[in-house]
């Protein structure tokens, strides 16, 4: 069973920056594409970014393309999450999400984007930007 654990998350004004960090138990993590999905209090989960397991592809939301940008060290088996330029709209709740058996290529770029399709889900980290 994968494990996934998020961190990073806090109370921030607007404007400022976070890091999140999600770290996956599994031995096989190179392999896995990752993605950050959030949830705001009265909506649907919305995608925010993926990443592909060699870097090759990246995907952002588009509310967020420009100002995150997401990352991975799968030395340390974990996936980053660089938010800058925070808003107050950009209050959720974030969770880390894994795909275990998703090729890096170009045909399934929309994959991606479905939060349906990911196979592990972390509890998720509580992020507050205040105006």
């Known amino acids: 069973q994968v494990q996934l654990v998020e961190s990073g998350g806090g109370l921030v004004q607007a404007g400022g920056s976070l890091r999140l960090s999600c770290a996956a138990s599994?031995?096989?993590?190179?392999?896995?594409?990752m993605g950050w999905f959030r949830q705001a209090p009265g909506k649907e989960r919305e995608f925010v970014a993926a990443?592909?397991?060699?870097?090759?592809?990246?995907y952002y939301g588009d509310s967020v393309k420009g100002r995150f940008t997401i990352s991975r060290d799968n030395a340390k088996n974990t996936v980053y999450m660089q938010m800058n330029s925070l808003k107050p709209e950009d209050t959720a709740v974030y969770y880390c999400?894994?795909?275990?058996?998703?090729?890096?290529?170009?045909?399934?770029?929309?994959?991606?984007?479905?939060?349906?399709?990911?196979?592990?889900w972390g509890q998720g980290t509580q992020v507050t930007v205040s105006s």
């Open positions: 990443i592909s397991w060699n870097d090759a592809y990246l």
């Open positions: 599994g031995r096989t993590f190179s392999s896995y594409a």
């Open positions: 999400a894994a795909d275990v058996s998703m090729p890096s290529e170009r045909r399934y770029s929309r994959r991606y984007y479905d939060g349906t399709r990911y196979d592990y």
